[in-house]
C-alpha cells in the first residue's frame, strides 16, 4: 500500500493506472475509519481495479465553533486498517499542500444544499463540493463510493458531478450500525458512556417513523412532533427533524414510500446524524 502525500504524486500515480487500463476507486473520509468507511472500500473494491482511500479533515466544511480542531485523528490505526482491506493507497495531504494561502476559487451546489445540514451549517456544503472536486482532481478515479449515512451530502456530490460533468460514477453504500442501532461515526469515541445511551434515541426515533409509516400514519407534521418528543425524552438536543423529497431535499407534507427522514441532534457537545428511507 502507497501513501501519498501531494497532489502532483498523486495525479502522476493515477496517470500511470489510466494508462494501464486500470479502473479506479475513490473511498473520500475524514480518518478515524470505522467499519462504515470500511464498507465503502469494500464496495469500491467491486467496482474498480484499485482503490484510493483519501484521508483528509478539510478545515474549510467546519464552521466557526465546530470540532474542526478536536476532531478525532489516528492516521497510524487508519493505515492498518487500510492495509488489512487491501486499499492501493492512501492519499493523505495536508491542509496546506489542499490550499494555497490565497485560494479564491470554491464549488458551490445552490439547491439540494440549502435545507438540512446546509442550514445549520452555513458553508458547509461549499467546503464539501470544493474538497470533494479537489479530490476528484487529484485522484481521477472512475468511481467514488459515498455513505448513505451523509444522504444530503450523497445527493450533492451526485448534482454536482452531473452539473460539472465529472466523468464519475456515484455510488451510495447503506448505512453500518452498532448492534444496538447507532450509526456509526468517527465522532462516536467522543461520547460519554451517558451520552452514548441518548445517542441510541436517533434511531429509536428513525425507527419509530416507520413503524408509524408502516401502521398508516401519513401526517409528516404528526411524526416530525413524535421524533422530536424522544430525540428530547432520550436527552438530546435536536438540531433538526426533516421529512424531505429525496430527489430535491424539500420537505413534505405527506408520508410516501421513498421520503427521507432525517435528523441532526446533539449529545452533549457532539452533533450525530442519522436517517432513513421510509
Ligand atoms: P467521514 O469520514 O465521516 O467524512 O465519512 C466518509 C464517508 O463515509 C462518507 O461518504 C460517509 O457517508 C461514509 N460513512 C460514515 N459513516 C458511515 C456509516 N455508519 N455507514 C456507511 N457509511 C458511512
Redesign the pocket.
Known amino acids: 500500500m502507497k501513501i501519498i502525500t501531494t497532489p502532483s504524486e498523486m495525479q502522476a500515480w493515477s496517470r500511470e493506472r489510466l494508462i494501464a487500463g486500470e479502473r479506479i476507486a475513490c ?11 470500511l ?2 472500500v469494500r464496495r469500491a473494491r467491486t467496482a474498480a481495479d484499485r482503490v484510493v482511500l483519501t ?1 483528509f479533515v478539510n478545515p474549510t466544511q467546519f464552521g466557526p465553533g465546530e470540532d474542526y480542531a478536536i476532531y478525532p485523528r489516528d492516521p497510524g490505526r487508519d493505515r492498518a486498517l487500510c492495509e488489512a482491506e487491501g486499499v492501493d493507497v492512501i492519499f493523505m495531504p495536508t491542509a496546506a499542500e489542499m490550499y494555497a494561502p490565497d485560494a479564491s476559487t470554491a464549488v458551490v451546489e445552490e439547491a439540494l444544499s440549502r435545507r438540512l445540514c446546509g442550514a445549520s451549517r452555513p458553508g458547509h456544503f461549499r467546503g464539501v463540493c470544493t474538497v470533494v472536486s479537489k479530490l476528484f482532481n487529484c485522484v481521477r478515479p472512475d468511481v467514488a ?7 444530503q ?2 445527493l450533492v456530490i451526485k448534482r454536482m458531478v452531473r452539473d460539472l460533468n465529472f466523468p464519475i460514477e456515484i455510488i ?6 452498532e448492534p444496538d442501532g447507532l ?5 462516536n469515541v467522543r461520547l460519554s458512556a451517558e451520552e452514548r445511551k441518548s445517542a441510541l434515541g436517533l434511531s429509536r426515533a428513525l425507527g419509530m417513523a416507520r413503524e408509524a409509516f408502516a401502521r398508516g400514519e401519513r401526517d409528516a407534521a404528526t411524526v416530525r412532533r413524535r421524533i422530536e418528543e424522544e430525540l428530547a425524552a432520550s436527552g438530546l438536543r435536536t438540531d433538526y427533524v426533516e421529512i424531505v423529497d429525496t430527489g430535491t431535499m424539500e420537505p413534505v407534507a405527506q408520508l410516501a414510500p421513498g421520503v427521507l427522514v432525517a435528523l441532526a441532534a446533539f449529545a452533549g457537545q457532539t452533533r450525530l446524524i442519522d436517517n432513513c428511507e421510509l
Open positions: 473511498v473520500p473520509t475524514m480518518g478515524y475509519l470505522h467499519e462504515g468507511h464498507s465503502l484521508l463510493v459515498f455513505g448513505q449515512k451523509d444522504a451530502q450523497a451510495v453504500a447503506p448505512i453500518v450500525r450509526a456509526l461515526s468517527s465522532r
